[in-house]
């Protein structure tokens, strides 16, 4: 028995050694696996914040949506195909950098040129917080620039090159402090180094591209000491004092983080994304204007033998045809393509599940289903989230465009359709103007007050009528030679009023046309020393007599081989000056201007609202201190209505003759008090609101929690802006701090009228209403010319104007006329505040623009009313808009502006010149 004992003793005591080794042995393995998995956390990371950002790029686009079995697709093909190391941190970073590149390439393709730097921007911007290099709120403050500021600018600018926005930008960069080490203000210095360094950031601030220039002052060598965050601080310096370089700024920060493939162009095969596509993976085509992959993929399928590739165009009763198509063909593995399926969205959904669930039958590994549609919010999901999206754009440029036109609708056939010596030089001006008109898009209400879309229709129809139009005139002669018997005037209004015209909806368009057809159309164009376009532009270099200037023409090839055309086509600028469209070299600040905008408001939309981390404050706290700031200092005073009534009965009329309510602007003063009231009693309100809702006192409604969204990005709240019907009911300005600088100077200027009488000049911006003002001073204009009869038998025969016989006259004044010290007009009124956009008033008349200016200020401008209709050709009607949206609702009137000697007022037209009452 003690023996017994003793062996069994000795077996437990094996037993519980074997178990603690083991045990011991687990909690050893385990360990080991918690650090090599902690290795490989970077990979986690960044596969969450790239992840993260596809879903916060889809808030941009509804098409833009994509899944997370895609997404899990990709992270685990990185892992596989990343180069292997053996050294496990080499490891990790061949993962995070494919992994990084190959979703960029997958988004990439699927996302529309204009969202591209946007995305990778988001996907830095993310990079960097997460590995608290910067904090979001140094991306708060890139992204609202100025209005990060809780008030207005209290120090005059030291330089005129800087413009009054740019300076606000700097005072905001000054005051704000990135995550240093030290964690202050690192531009705390820069406005003074601006006035220390005048003359160095002024030439830096005047160069086309201060990008690549050392910075002013200390900041260069400064920045460049910031390993991690000096690209960041570059960036935001640039944002803030060139805002029109900020998207190729971006473009340099994206290169500097990831490196210099993620800027350089890409291209994706169409064969590339048909080996990665499969039998139930198909590819959907996003498309746009002008654009269409159906060659493209006719050209492919005869590569792969797969040709010919049916075609349904989708539309009403076609999912019928569609689907009989697609069960034809699926099981003998031919392609279908399925064209403008956004008409035909239900069937979309059926095929969706057909393809998730194996319904169609027998299907075949070579079968493929090309889908082409175009944008729209009401796209099935599911197939967003299964297919491989692609977009499809018409290429960029004046040479670009030429070069698609005399590659696939000009060929040498139709060259030789007419033998007439003007025929081919009519096609070639065709599609010169058919591409001008195109791109002059680009620049926004600048190029044109409605963004056309003009397209390939247009031009066949306008090469259709030309070709008519010179058959019928062989055909009625013997012999014509030259451009005899050429009717221009018939030609320009076919092609501008009726081939293109249809489109156009606005006056200010039409006319713009019509310059360019004058311009193309006429007899001489077709002479071999003419020129469709001739300028000069600035080399950059400087010589003993001044600057350099190379002369640009574009001419009308003198030939009748298509090769030729082709090879003048490729011999063209890449890059297009804005001249070529007639518009000022400093148009294209206001394209990159308008660029930049657009990406930083996209980003601004779609990116979190998120609070503060660590000690810095919350969105609630940011937001209830500007509140009780714009309570205490920037909300005027209400206007009482009975108050209102009786001082509007003792204010007189023009030239002290009528008195009291019934005076057409004393109507207009009344009308325009009562709007600023509602305005004022609703912003009043909805401040109230927010601090009772951050308190906890009220309920926080949706109403609320937008105007603290809008408030925390120094936007306007909405409701400020337009009612529950969407019709404005205030101005439409950007920043909240410019948006109550505004408040606050209407109720100035409403406020003394209604207390001192009749402003000396009257702010025009300054009216929610600027057309009913001008249409009160008409009628009082109108009220004082009474004819007095020409002889005592026709006393009965005397009057007073027709208001429908009226028009308006202007006169700009002196740049040194002062409206305070001159006599109050007889008639009419003094107006001030306008903004000249395109051009400036020299001596004057028209003229130019200096360095790097887009705009100026217009002189005091006179207005009246005259009954002589009689319009001066020889002057510009210059129209005046309320803001830079140049459409009907906004157009004011227009005034008469003298033009030079050297440029007439087709010149201003194509310039794009307008008066404006508010700059964005």
Not at 97 to 108: I, M, Q, S
Not at 535 to 558: E, L, Q, S, W
Not at 566 to 579: A, K, M, N, Q
Not at 780 to 791: G, Q, S, W, Y
Request: proline share 5%; with cysteine; hydrophobic share 35%.
């Amino acid at each position: 028995e003690i023996y017994t004992e003793q062996i069994i003793g000795s077996v437990r005591c094996v037993q519980e050694t074997g178990i603690n080794a083991e045990y011991m042995g687990a909690e050893v393995k385990e360990k080991e696996i918690k650090e090599k998995r902690e290795h490989y956390r970077p990979v986690a990371t960044r596969g969450s914040v790239l992840y993260f950002c596809i879903i916060e790029v889809s808030l941009v686009s509804w098409m833009y949506n994509s899944s997370l079995k895609q997404f899990l697709d990709l992270f685990d093909y990185s892992i596989n195909n990343s180069e292997k190391a053996t050294v496990t941190q080499k490891r990790v970073e061949n993962i995070t950098k494919y992994l990084t590149y190959h979703v960029y390439r997958y988004v990439n393709r699927g996302l529309f040129e204009k969202d591209k730097t946007t995305f990778l921007l988001m996907v830095c911007f993310k990079i960097l917080t997460t590995a608290q290099i910067i904090s979001n709120n140094d991306v708060s403050l890139f992204l609202k620039g100025r209005k990060a500021l809780t008030a207005e600018p209290d120090r005059q600018k030291p330089l005129k090159e800087l413009d009054d926005n740019c300076w606000a930008n700097v005072l905001a960069l000054s005051r704000h402090s990135f995550v240093t080490e030290s964690n202050i203000c690192f531009f705390k210095d820069l406005p003074d180094s601006l006035s220390r360094f005048q003359n160095d950031w002024a030439k830096w601030i005047m160069r086309t591209d201060p990008e690549n220039a050392p910075i002013p002052g200390d900041y260069q060598e400064r920045i460049t000491n910031e390993k991690d965050l000096g690209p960041f601080l570059k960036l935001c310096l640039l944002r803030c004092i060139k805002e029109d370089r900020t998207l190729i700024a971006s473009k340099m920060f994206i290169k500097d983080n990831l490196g210099k493939e993620f800027t350089d162009p890409v291209t994706d095969s169409l064969e590339s994304i048909w080996l990665e596509s499969t039998p139930t993976k198909p590819v959907l085509f996003l498309l746009s204007a002008g654009a269409d992959p159906t060659s493209s993929i006719d050209d492919l399928a005869k590569k792969k033998k797969k040709s010919p590739v049916e075609k349904v165009s989708m539309g009403e009763g076609q999912e019928k045809v569609a689907d009989e198509v697609i069960k034809k063909l699926s099981p003998i593995g031919g392609w279908v393509i399925l064209q403008n399926c956004h008409l035909g969205l239900k069937f979309m959904e059926d095929l969706e599940s057909q393809l998730a669930e194996n319904r169609l039958p027998d299907v075949h590994e070579d079968f493929r289903l090309w889908i082409t549609t175009e944008p729209t919010t009401q796209f099935p999901l599911a197939m967003l989230q299964r297919a491989i999206k692609v977009t499809n754009e018409p290429p960029k440029g004046l040479k670009a465009g030429l070069h698609k036109t005399f590659t696939t609708i000009i060929n040498q056939d139709f060259l030789e359709k007419i033998e007439h010596s003007a025929w081919r030089s009519q096609i070639f001006t065709v599609c010169f103007l058919h591409s001008v008109v195109i791109e002059r898009r680009k620049f926004g209400p600048l190029g044109w007050c409605v963004p056309y879309e003009f397209n390939n229709s247009d031009l066949e129809a306008s090469l259709q009528f030309i070709e008519k139009y010179m058959s019928n005139l062989l055909a009625g002669t013997s012999q014509v030679s030259g451009n005899a018997g050429i009717n221009f005037e018939v030609i320009r209004y076919m092609i501008c009023q009726v081939q293109y015209g249809g489109r156009i909806t606005d006056e200010m368009d039409r006319g713009l046309f019509d310059t360019y057809g004058a311009m193309y159309f006429r007899e001489n164009i077709f002479n071999p020393e003419a020129a469709l376009v001739d300028f000069n532009v600035d080399t950059g270099i400087r010589d003993a007599k001044g600057p350099v200037k190379d002369r640009i023409r574009y001419i009308i090839p003198n030939s009748t081989e298509i090769q030729r055309y082709r090879e003048y086509v490729d011999s063209l600028p890449d890059i297009d000056s804005p001249e070529v469209f007639g518009l000022h070299p400093n148009a294209d600040i206001t394209f990159r201007l308008k660029e930049s905008n657009e990406m930083i408001d996209v980003i601004m939309e779609t990116r979190p609202k998120e609070g503060g981390t660590g000690t810095s404050k919350g969105r609630d706290e940011i937001v209830y201190e500007q509140v009780s700031d714009l309570m205490k200092s920037s909300v005027p005073a209400d206007f009482n209505e009975a108050d209102v009534l009786e001082k509007i009965k003792k204010l007189p009329g023009p030239r002290g003759i009528d008195r009291g309510p019934t005076v057409p602007l004393n109507i207009f003063l009344r009308q325009e008090i009562q709007r600023m009231q509602k305005v004022i009693g609703l912003v009043r309100k909805t401040l109230v609101d927010i601090k009772l809702a951050i308190e906890g006192q009220v309920i926080m409604t949706p109403i609320i929690l937008d105007a603290i969204n809008a408030l925390f990005d120094g936007k306007v709240p909405q409701r400020w802006v337009y009612d529950a019907s969407g019709a404005e009911i205030s101005w439409l300005i950007p920043g909240y701090l410019r948006w109550f600088s505004d408040l606050y100077k209407r109720h100035e200027q409403l406020n003394n009228w209604l207390n001192n009488s009749r402003p000396s000049s009257y702010w025009l911006g300054g009216f929610f209403n600027p057309q009913g003002f001008l249409t009160a001073v008409k009628q009082e204009v109108a009220r004082l010319k009474v004819t007095a009869p020409k002889r005592p038998q026709d006393k009965d025969k005397g009057g007073s104007w027709s208001l429908d016989e009226v028009t308006y006259k202007t006169q700009v004044k002196d740049e040194k006329f002062d409206p305070t010290k001159d006599k109050e007009p007889d008639e009419g009124v003094y107006i001030h505040g306008l903004i000249l956009e395109g051009a400036k008033l020299n001596r004057g008349a028209l003229d130019e623009l200096d360095g790097k200016e887009t705009k100026a200020k217009l002189p005091i401008l006179y207005v009246t009313a005259t009954n002589d209709k009689n319009v001066d050709k020889e002057k510009y009607q210059c129209p005046v808009y309320k803001y830079q949206r140049r459409t009907d609702k906004y157009y004011i009137f227009s005034v008469s502006l003298n033009c030079d000697a050297q440029a007439n007022a087709a010149h201003w037209k194509l310039r794009g010149v307008a008066l404006l009452c508010h700059m964005d």
